[in-house]
Structure formats: C-alpha cells, structure tokens
C-alpha cells in the first residue's frame, strides 16, 4: 500500500518555540522523494524541504529541517523558533520515482502559533 | 512569470453539467498532476501525466478524464458533475529530475449544486 500519514490534525506552539510535525510513510520502493509544503488560509501551495530516499543527510532550509528516519520510514519537519507566520496547514508528500514520479500527499496537520 | 495557471477561478455547476478546469504552464515541465483538496483528507491525486500524450490515473479517478495533448496544456474534464465533485482543484507542474518539488497553480473552487 502506498500511504503517507500525518497523525496530527491540529498542533499549538509558542511563538519562538520549536516544534515537530510527523509524517510516516510506507513504501518498498527504494527511490522516492520527500516533501513538505505550507499552506497558509490564503490558500497557495507554498514548497519548504525536500529529502531524496538515498541522501545521507538530514535536508535543513532556514528555520526548517527534516527529521529523516528512512528505517522507521519516517520524515518528521522541524520548525525552529517559531514565528506568528507558521500558522498554516502543513503538508507531508511523497513521490514515487519509480511510479512515474507521481506525489501524494498526507492529509495535513493545522499549526496555529501562539503569541 | 506566469508558472502554472489556473482557470477559472470559482465555478459554480449545476448537477449533471459538465465543464473543463484549465490548467497552463510555462515552464516546459515535462510533469503535470492534478489534485482535490477536502476539508480532513489533504491533497488527493487524480490524474497525472509525465509527458504529452502520456496520462495516467491517481488515487481518486472516478468522474474525471485528462488529456495532454501539448506539454504546457493539461485540463480537467468533468463529464457530468455531482455534489460530490465539490472541492478546490489544484494543478501542479515540476521538471523531469528526481529531486525537483511540484509547482502549483492557485487552485479553482468548484461547487456543484
């Protein structure tokens, strides 16, 4: 089965806190991507970080990185100091490199920041 | 800088009606998908294609049809619209290389009443 699943629906933090969005996934194909895009109530799709199945390293952007545990098939973003702006829904993605690169998405986690 | 362009904007169906979601890119990407968002289920793929003349189904196919007969163009077809068919439509593009992330247009509400 190919799924991506986000267990949190909604999350609060304090602004300049850290916080965490999980993601899992589940896959047996070897190459695929990991995505994360921010939505905000305007509704665009706004990318943040990508991870490749075979990076070695955890990818980091600005304020973002992402938690890569490909053993756990788990790819968790991390928001540094956060600000009133995160406030957004935040969606995990995953392409399927083999599949003819089609990406799906997980069902999304609200963040509301705090001030 | 055009990027992937949506039209229209909002539409309003009577059931049974049938209409085209455009969706253009200027990008000369070679991959074009497009989704549905409702409210708790996220983005759900439905149709994709990874060149023109080439497409293929996603999660939620039913009640929809695509063609991409060039590779900037690749609209969405609904034959006869249901309630069900309610929700905002996204169109996305993105390059051929693997690690290239998916550029969206600004989405097209539909209700079908």
């Known amino acids: 089965a190919q799924k991506i699943t986000q267990t949190q629906p909604g999350m609060f933090v304090q602004e300049k806190e850290a916080v965490t969005l999980d993601c899992t996934y589940d896959?047996?194909?070897?190459?695929?991507?990991l995505f994360w895009y921010k939505q905000p109530s305007s509704g665009e799709m706004i990318f943040l970080i990508y991870?490749?199945?075979?990076?070695?390293q955890n990818a980091t952007e600005g304020r973002y990185s992402l938690n890569f545990q490909k053993a756990r098939k788990s790819a968790n973003l991390v928001i540094s100091a956060s600000q009133l702006g995160d406030s957004a829904m935040y969606f995990c993605?995953?392409?399927?490199?083999?599949?003819?690169?089609?990406?799906?998405f997980g069902q999304g986690t609200e963040l509301s920041v705090k001030p | 800088n055009a990027g992937v362009t949506q039209t229209p904007k909002f539409q309003v169906l009577k059931t049974g009606q049938s209409m085209t979601l455009q969706c253009a890119q200027d990008?000369?990407?070679?991959?074009m998908s497009w989704y549905r968002q409702d409210p708790g289920m996220g983005l759900r793929l439905i149709h994709y294609?990874?060149?023109?003349?080439?497409?293929d189904q996603g999660e939620v196919p039913n009640g929809y049809n695509v063609s991409r007969s060039t590779t900037e163009d690749f609209p969405l077809r609904l034959l006869s619209a249901a309630p069900s068919q309610t929700s905002v439509y996204f169109c996305?593009?993105?390059?051929?290389?693997?690690?290239?992330?998916?550029?969206f247009g600004q989405g097209t509400r539909l209700t079908v009443v």
């Open positions: 990008m000369n990407h070679e991959y």
């Open positions: 896959t047996s194909d070897p190459s695929y991507g």
């Open positions: 991870q490749g199945s075979y990076d070695q």
């Open positions: 294609s990874v060149g023109a003349g080439i497409t």
């Open positions: 993605a995953m392409r399927y490199n083999n599949q003819g690169g089609k990406l799906i």
């Open positions: 996305a593009s993105r390059p051929g290389t693997a690690n290239t992330e998916a550029f």
